[in-house]
């Protein structure tokens, strides 16, 4: 799907321009033109990219491969890769995450996006500028700090859910914790590593636009652009936050479960302890050592010498246990 729109003072708002129309809203400097590629083959982007005079290397960055944040200045356009995380679902023990990548162009008059996936962030700009033209009043590079605005406050709805999360975690640690806890545990550290991988390299983009000298970005719009990168940095400390807690609730849960486990071996330790006696006493007299005879008393037994000797590796038997378990540190 490909959406468009052109929008010059004065004038009404174009909506889907054609092929045609869009290269002659781009030879106009009085306008502001904004087309959004969304999920569309390489061969049908690409002749319009080209169209645009953008350079065979940007084109190939944006149509074929993969990339972290970044920002390449082509003189008198700007290239950008932004990614953008939201999640498809939660469950108590599974977070199904979904990060894609943004590419963005923003040239004097103008503005190109590409994604594979619906974002959500432009869908929001691109409603708001249908309502309200005065974001475009201000030119290009205004609508492109709109479209990175609202990729970064999409965040937060996501950073409120993982904070739920943990609270609830952190609840269940002490009243109830089993292996389920553990998996939601591990499934919030892997969504919270992934968040983290985005934010750092495009906190640094949006520090570059904040700071450099980009002949398509007006000196007076930069402080915009560090206006997102104050909301990253505080995001990326949130990230940081958030994975202390996990680590946290995950030690917690371990020393809650070795607890419980001593717990079990203490009493396991104390019924033994209660049951030694009689077992000795049953073991002992239990014994035969002889062939019993009707006129045997137990007196009798007890002068015989295998039983002294029985008796005797009893009381030998746990010293010699008690001196190699001290002489291996153990008691």
């Given at each position: 799907?490909?959406?468009?729109?052109?929008?010059?003072?004065?004038?009404?708002?174009?909506?889907?321009?054609?092929?045609?129309?869009?290269?002659?809203?781009?030879?106009?400097?009085?306008?502001?033109?904004?087309?959004?590629?969304?999920?569309?083959?390489?061969?049908?982007?690409?002749?319009?990219?080209?169209?645009?005079?953008?350079?065979?290397?940007?084109?190939?960055?944006?149509?074929?491969?993969?990339?972290?944040?970044?920002?390449?200045?082509?003189?008198?356009?700007?290239?950008?890769?932004?990614?953008?995380?939201?999640?498809?679902?939660?469950?108590?023990?599974?977070?199904?995450?979904?990060?894609?990548?943004?590419?963005?162009?923003?040239?004097?008059?103008?503005?190109?996006?590409?994604?594979?996936?619906?974002?959500?962030?432009?869908?929001?700009?691109?409603?708001?500028?249908?309502?309200?033209?005065r974001v475009l009043h201000d030119g290009a590079d205004h609508l492109l700090y709109k479209i990175m605005d609202n990729v970064v406050t999409n965040y937060m709805p996501i950073v409120e859910r993982?904070?739920?999360?943990?609270?609830?975690?952190?609840?269940?640690?002490?009243?109830?914790?089993?292996?389920?806890?553990?998996?939601?545990?591990?499934?919030?550290?892997?969504?919270?590593?992934?968040?983290?991988?985005?934010?750092?390299?495009?906190?640094?983009?949006?520090?570059?636009?904040?700071?450099?000298?980009?002949?398509?970005?007006?000196?007076?719009?930069?402080?915009?652009?560090?206006?997102?990168?104050?909301?990253?940095?505080?995001?990326?400390?949130?990230?940081?936050?958030?994975?202390?807690?996990?680590?946290?609730?995950?030690?917690?849960?371990?020393?809650?479960?070795?607890?419980?486990?001593?717990?079990?071996?203490?009493?396991?330790?104390?019924?033994?302890?209660?049951?030694?006696?009689?077992?000795?006493?049953?073991?002992?007299?239990?014994?035969?050592?002889?062939?019993?005879?009707?006129?045997?008393?137990?007196?009798?037994?007890?002068?015989?010498?295998?039983?002294?000797?029985?008796?005797?590796?009893?009381?030998?038997?746990?010293?010699?246990?008690?001196?190699?378990?001290?002489?291996?540190?153990?008691?």
């Amino acid at each position: 799907m490909i959406r468009s729109i052109y929008y010059q003072t004065g004038k009404p708002l174009q909506t889907d321009l054609e092929p045609a129309s869009l290269q002659k809203a781009l030879r106009s400097r009085r306008g502001v033109l904004w087309v959004d590629f969304v999920g569309e083959p390489p061969e049908t982007c690409q002749p319009i990219f080209e169209s645009f005079g953008f350079h065979p290397l940007a084109i190939d960055d944006a149509l074929q491969e993969t990339h972290s944040p970044k920002i390449d200045d082509w003189g008198n356009y700007i290239y950008l890769v932004l990614n953008y995380m939201h999640l498809n679902g939660r469950e108590k023990d599974h977070w199904e995450t979904e990060i894609d990548e943004l590419d963005i162009f923003l040239g004097p008059n103008y503005v190109v996006t590409h994604h594979d996936l619906p974002v959500p962030a432009i869908d929001t700009v691109l409603t708001s500028i249908q309502r309200d033209q005065r974001v475009l009043h201000d030119g290009a590079d205004h609508l492109l700090y709109k479209i990175m605005d609202n990729v970064v406050t999409n965040y937060m709805p996501i950073v409120e859910r993982i904070d739920e999360e943990i609270d609830e975690i952190e609840d269940q640690v002490f009243d109830r914790p089993t292996p389920r806890t553990l998996e939601r545990l591990f499934a919030l550290k892997r969504v919270l590593l992934a968040m983290r991988r985005i934010l750092l390299p495009q906190r640094e983009v949006l520090n570059k636009l904040a700071r450099d000298d980009y002949a398509v970005i007006d000196q007076k719009d930069r402080i915009f652009f560090r206006d997102i990168y104050d909301h990253l940095v505080r995001l990326h400390d949130l990230n940081e936050t958030m994975r202390d807690l996990v680590g946290g609730a995950l030690d917690t849960y371990l020393s809650v479960i070795n607890n419980r486990m001593n717990e079990a071996m203490k009493t396991l330790a104390i019924i033994t302890t209660l049951f030694m006696p009689l077992s000795f006493i049953a073991g002992v007299f239990g014994m035969n050592f002889f062939l019993p005879r009707p006129d045997d008393a137990i007196w009798e037994l007890m002068q015989r010498p295998v039983f002294y000797a029985v008796i005797l590796a009893m009381i030998v038997t746990p010293i010699l246990m008690y001196q190699w378990m001290r002489k291996r540190t153990w008691v």
